[in-house]
């Protein structure tokens, strides 16, 4: 049994993700079980979870899990294509809203990681509205319940007048392939798809390639975690026949230890002081300083607690208000063992309580 909290905006053409939280961990499924279950779920393979996750519709919804995925078997949805989709049916690992596939390891962060292989088999079908989309999860810490800072979807496909949420921001080639870059934030969390021009029914990748990219855009560090990787549907109208028939995700550590170039190993860490206050304002400074035995070529700084609006910085680059997020400029992003270098700020609100630091 689960319930979903997703954020939905009222008007406009969009899609977010889907969210689901499980109350307790759900039963393994048996050859071709059918879930009806409004937020039913089950898990397959003693390492994934699938869930029915109906969230957005009040009429039954039932797919049918076999051993290598799912299928949706009924479904009433007849959604206005500018609004919220009716569902999202979906295969997952990792966790999310407190329901933990079997044996993960999952949230891990992404400094950790060394790869993280996945594959998709797809059946779509002709005559419905729907999008097929891979949901990627990132968060500052390891969470495992409520909603993630950010989503990545990848879009295989999508049928009828729909369209990721925000806007279009460019183009860019991501594991081999090309995609549309969207951007935008569905009022719980922010969102970058990529879109595929063509339908694509089955693919083996790398999820890094895409968290790479989400990174260089100022969405992520690598200091955040990955804490889900899932494939399914969202549908509008119709959708009985969409099926997963194969999923499979690897999350592979070993990316935080293995050295740098020349030998040695490689971190930093992030030290906060207020430099000066004054009503309604302050003035700050963070000290980056390379902890590991080998050099650094840049860095990336988030800050945790306070509340925190920025007038100026100087030394850095802010890529995310949201947690603050700041990395090197060019000039100090190189430091040497045990080297340090500063970058200031003023502000409105609260300090921040403490700052994490990861190589870049």
């Known amino acids: 049994m689960s319930r979903t909290l997703r954020a939905v905006a009222a008007a406009g053409l969009f899609v977010v993700g889907g969210l689901v939280a ?3 961990p759900a039963s393994p499924a048996g050859a071709d079980t059918q879930i009806c279950e409004q937020y039913g779920s089950t898990t397959i393979g003693g390492k994934y979870v699938v869930m029915n ?26 959604k206005p294509t500018n609004g919220a989709p009716a569902s999202y049916p979906a295969i997952y ?43 990627i999860w990132l968060d500052p810490t390891a969470k495992k319940d409520g909603v993630n800072a950010t ?7 999508r049928q009828g007048s729909i369209q990721p949420v925000g806007s279009q921001v460019g183009s860019a080639s991501v594991a081999g392939r090309s995609w549309a870059v969207w951007q935008g934030n569905n009022g719980g969390n922010d969102v970058v798809s990529y879109v595929a021009p063509s339908a694509m029914s089955s693919w083996n990748f790398d999820v890094k390639a895409f968290i790479n990219d989400v990174i ?3 969405k992520a560090t690598t200091a955040w975690y990955l804490t889900s990787i899932q494939a399914g549907f969202e549908p509008w109208i119709g959708g009985q026949g969409l099926a997963v028939t194969a999923f499979s995700a690897t999350i592979n550590g070993g990316g935080g230890t ?32 390379n902890s590991g035995t080998a050099a650094i070529s840049g860095w990336n700084t988030v800050w945790s607690g306070g509340s925190v609006s920025i007038s ?23 430091l040497g063992a045990s080297a340090s270098t500063t970058y200031g700020f003023t502000a409105s609100g609260s300090a921040p309580t403490s700052v994490s630091c990861a190589t870049a």
Do not use: K
């Open 216 to 218: 260089s855009r100022g």
């Open 22 to 24: 499980v109350m307790g």
């Open 151 to 157: 989503e990545i979807m990848i879009w295989f496909n």
């Open 93 to 135: 690992v990792g966790c999310h809203y407190t329901n933990c596939s079997p044996g993960t390891n999952l949230p891990m962060q992404i400094s950790a990681i060394s790869s993280a292989q996945t594959s998709i088999s797809y059946n779509f079908i002709n005559g419905a509205t729907y999008d097929a989309a891979y949901d």
């Open 312 to 334: 100026s910085l100087w030394n850095g680059r802010v890529t995310s208000t949201s947690p603050v997020t700041v990395r090197n400029e060019t000039y100090n992003g190189s």
């Open 258 to 289: 293995t050295p740098p170039p020349g030998g040695g190993t490689s971190g930093c860490t992030a030290t906060y002081r207020t430099i000066n206050s004054w009503s309604g304002g302050f003035q700050g400074e963070v000290t980056v300083r």
């Open 53 to 78: 996750n109906n969230w957005g519709n009040s009429a039954t919804q039932c797919i049918n899990v076999t051993s290598t995925g799912f299928a949706i078997s009924q479904i009433n949805a007849n």
